[in-house]
């Protein structure tokens, strides 16, 4: 009688435990509205579903809370849910089979052990790990491995323990160490989601200041030239006058220096690049206008409609990085062989962008990681392409060959970018 209330309990306690983990994977994976109280809701919802199991079974109050839960982020999710709903099904439809499997055996003609829910609940934690860590793209794989092994240990130890007669002891003492196994599991859970969370996090904290450092770098660099063409603008009589007074004593030689001093000071503030987009325009002619200050031979077409739909945020920390490195690659080389070519369109339904420059041949990153071997902001602007090519589905190809460095960058834009 004890043994059959203490497996009781213990059913009672993982579905509680599975439920709650199930919510905050689903609250993890997606980006649902701001709202305690629906969560609480749902959440009571999808709890009366399973002590509906009074009634039915619980492997059909499983498939009645993954339903609620489906509802749940049709509605509150932000995020598309044709791409959400296959990550709620494949964990619901895996409790739900795990709390079938006793009824289906049964059917069968063979008796599961009750201390199976303590081996189910290893595989319960370390799929929702999985499944997080995928989502997230942060758990890798020597490292999923390890963690593989070591709940697949604990799973062994909970299956010897309450599942077979290898180890004789006490009906207290064999609850004491199959909950001992079910804590320790659960501690390697929150261990190993932890350390991604805050991960993920330091990683969004650091990336966000650093792209604010980016966008107040090009805003200085934008609002230098627009300085200068301002004061060219309210310099305009002053020069017309100067040259006037020259004119008029006859002094041409005069006249001919005082043009060749404008036309330096007016290299400084030409508009190297018109490309039909506003943001590329302030981007391209801000770096390009750096590069030949740097005495980089510069070749540049561009051409894009007025509006695409890759965000100007996004674009300026595609186009900014790539020609950040550049210029700071060529800036490494002598001055006669220094260039820096750039070519960007829209190509029917695709974004397309190529940055070539002079570098040496063996480059200063990682292709497969996309990290420069250089720290500091570098390597984290490389990997924030990476990224903002990886949220628009897009392709980012990296090549070195002696002399030169190349990017390419492709991203599908929607029908209203380029009909």
């Known amino acids: 009688m004890e043994a059959e209330k203490f ?14 983990l199930y919510w905050y994977y689903v609250e993890q994976v997606g980006c649902l509205e701001k709202g305690a109280g629906r969560r609480v809701i749902g959440f009571c919802l999808a709890a009366l579903c399973l002590c509906g199991s009074l009634w039915y079974p619980l492997w059909f109050g499983w498939l009645l809370a993954m339903g609620l839960t489906e509802l749940y982020d049709l509605f509150f999710d932000e995020e598309a849910f044709a791409g959400q709903w296959r990550r709620i099904l494949l964990p619901g439809l895996c409790m739900a089979g795990i709390s079938g499997l006793p009824g289906l055996c049964g059917k069968l003609g063979t008796a599961l052990p009750e201390g199976y829910l303590f081996c189910a609940h290893e595989i319960v934690l370390y799929l929702f790990l999985l499944l997080l860590s995928r989502k997230r793209d942060s758990l890798r794989p020597v490292n999923a491995i390890l963690t593989a092994v070591s709940f697949l240990a604990l799973g062994g130890f909970s299956w010897v323990t309450g599942c077979t007669d290898l180890v004789e002891m006490g009906d207290g003492l064999r609850g004491a160490f199959l909950w001992g196994g079910a804590a320790l599991a659960a501690l390697l859970f929150l261990t190993v989601e932890g350390t991604l969370f805050f991960y993920k996090k330091g990683y969004e904290f650091r990336t966000e200041a650093f792209r604010k450092e980016l966008m107040e770098h090009s805003y200085g660099e934008i609002r230098e030239i627009y300085m200068d063409m301002r004061g060219w603008r309210h310099d305009y009589h002053n020069h017309m006058q100067v040259m006037k007074a020259q004119l008029t004593m006859g002094n041409l030689e005069g006249i001919g220096a005082y043009l060749d001093k404008l036309e330096r000071e007016l290299d400084r503030v030409d508009t190297l690049v018109k490309s039909g987009n506003l943001m590329a325009d302030a981007i391209l002619n801000s770096k390009l206008t750096l590069a030949r200050r740097q005495k980089i031979s510069v070749n540049c077409k561009a051409e894009l409609p007025e509006r695409i739909s890759v965000a100007d945020v996004d674009l300026c920390v595609i186009l900014g990085n790539l020609l950040d490195n550049a210029i700071e ?52 602007g490389m990997k924030r392409v990476k990224a903002m090519v990886d949220k628009y589905h897009g392709y980012l190809n990296l090549a070195n060959e002696p002399g030169i460095f190349a990017a390419e960058v492709t991203l599908p834009l929607e029908q209203a970018d380029f009909s």
Not at 7 to 20: P, V
Not at 332 to 358: C, I
């Open 7 to 20: 497996w009781e309990i213990s059913r009672g306690i993982f579905q509680a435990l599975w439920l709650i």
């Open 329 to 380: 690659a060529c800036g490494r080389m002598e001055e006669g062989a220094r260039f820096l070519r750039v070519y960007m369109r829209v190509n029917t339904s695709q974004f397309y962008l190529s940055v070539q420059n002079s570098a040496r041949e063996e480059p200063d990153f990682d292709e497969r990681n996309y990290i420069s071997r250089k720290r500091g902001n570098h390597g984290l």
